[in-house]
């Protein structure tokens, strides 16, 4: 949990500052996902800034020859391919490289413990990064979290961990991020925040229209360009759903303190506000090197090669209500939100169920909304989950929603 001010509750870990400096080894960051849309877009960031970044461990679950080309380049001490099946391929392809090859989930988990790692960045998508985050932990690894889906499944979990372990996390989600850089330097607490959500590219279609929209269509995000699972999550809204819940843990708030707003141009990545009715927003272009190279390097910024605003050319920043009608399962988030308990994990797994499936055209686009309508409300509640009862409610969510596909 991060929460740079005075107003936390001791209940909050506070965030501790990175050094500034002082001894000149570079900063040893593993990337889970590195062969994805966050993972590749860090190591962007860290190629422009080798005088202070190296990247140690790499790892994927079926790109091997993204992979083993990543590895080539920046040289880590070991790469992890999750799908064994593609162990000998990349071992083979790196034979030439002293570089140790792993394979397998566990090993995920194994690597990120290793003393030579300061920071680890959560890039993979979907439950399947909760493990090797939780390992992270354990081993007291300075948290930078993109995989949102762990604050959804335990955030409570999770905070509690990152206070045993004195562990930070630093936001990469860009409304997450924009909720961090706001609060820099305020002692004051949190009157409310608002999320910003770009509407999607399915913003201005009618009910009637959302019925047949192809996975292709939604694919086509107007300002990210990101991973496929999420680029879905982000047309239905669940994204925005997962990302108050997400900010739920990370700012330590109440579900009536969280407040979405559409906001179109996507300049303004989120914004604070307090009780003296002062808002705080955080603005830039559309662009993930932005606050992937702020969770890297906090507290220091870094140049990261985007598009700066001009404030001249930007005509307008809209905003309008979510329409909760048209877009169900922000509402489903919120309401699994409300109940608690083992209820968000269980939303996700149906949704991480019914994504693929969409992906895939098994099922049409209101039919994500409704799996998870249905696991919400068929979820065997458990009201203080331990993480075995996550687990369990995750498997049990999945195998349900798989069973409503057939
Ligand atoms: P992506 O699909 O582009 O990449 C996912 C990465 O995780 C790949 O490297 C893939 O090999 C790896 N991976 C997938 N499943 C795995 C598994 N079972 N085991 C091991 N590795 C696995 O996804 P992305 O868009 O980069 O998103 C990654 C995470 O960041 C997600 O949780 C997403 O919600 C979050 N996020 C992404 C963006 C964005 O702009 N892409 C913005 C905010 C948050
Ligand atoms: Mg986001």
């Known amino acids: 949990m991060i929460n740079n001010s005075q107003q936390s509750k001791d209940t909050t870990p506070l965030l501790h500052r990175e050094g500034q400096g002082g001894g000149s080894a570079l900063k040893q960051i593993a ?17 422009a800034h080798a005088d202070r970044f190296e990247a140690r461990i790499l790892t994927a679950n079926n ?16 790469v992890v391919i999750a799908n064994e099946a593609h162990y000998e391929a990349l071992r083979d392809a790196l034979s030439d490289l002293p ?23 959560t890039a993979m998508v979907g439950f399947a990064g909760l493990p090797p985050t939780i390992a ?13 889906e762990t604050m959804v499944v335990a955030g409570e979990l999770i905070n509690r961990l990152c206070r045993e372990h004195q562990v930070p996390i630093l936001p990469v989600d860009s409304e997450h991020s ?4 706001s609060l820099i330097g305020e002692v004051s607490p949190i009157e409310k925040i608002i999320l910003t959500a770009s509407g999607g590219p399915f913003r201005t279609f009618t009910k009637e229209q959302l019925q047949t929209v192809t996975p292709q269509m939604a694919l086509r995000h107007p300002n990210w360009d990101m991973g ?20 739920k843990w990370l700012f330590d708030l109440e579900p009536d303190q969280i407040n979405v707003v559409v906001h179109p141009e996507s300049v303004i990545h989120s914004m604070v506000e307090f009780v003296d009715g002062a808002v705080i927003a955080q603005l830039g272009c559309p662009d993930m090197r932005e606050p992937i190279g702020f969770a890297l390097s906090f ?12 404030f001249a050319t930007l005509r307008d920043l809209t905003f309008e209500a979510p329409d909760t009608s048209r877009f169900p399962c922000l509402a489903l988030a919120f309401e699994a939100l409300r109940r608690g308990g083992n209820a968000p994990c269980a939303l996700n797994a149906a949704n991480e169920v019914a994504v693929a499936a969409y992906l895939k055209d098994l099922i049409s686009f209101y039919d994500i909304a409704k799996i998870g309508e249905r696991a919400l409300a068929g979820v065997d ?15 049990e969510t999945a195998a349900i929603a798989d069973g409503y596909l057939h």
């Open 31 to 47: 990337i889970l996902g590195s062969t994805g849309s966050i993972g590749t877009q860090a190591l962007q960031v860290i190629a």
């Open 99 to 121: 570089i140790a090859v792993y394979a397998g989930a566990d090993a995920l988990c194994q690597v990120v413990e290793s003393d030579e790692v300061d920071m680890v960045l």
């Open 178 to 181: 924009a909720i961090f850089q």
């Open 381 to 395: 509640f458990v009201a203080e989950p331990t993480l075995e009862d996550i687990f369990e409610t995750n498997r």
């Open 228 to 247: 496929a699972k999420i680029t879905i999550d982000s047309a239905t809204m669940m994204n925005k759903g997962f990302e108050v819940i997400e900010a």
């Open 63 to 78: 790109r091997w020859q993204l992979l083993a080309e990543q590895a080539r380049q920046f040289l880590p001490a070991a």
């Open 299 to 310: 507290p220091r910024r870094l140049t990261v090669g985007n598009k700066k605003l001009d």
């Open 136 to 148: 992270a932990i354990r081993a007291g690894k300075p948290i930078a979290l993109a995989n949102k």
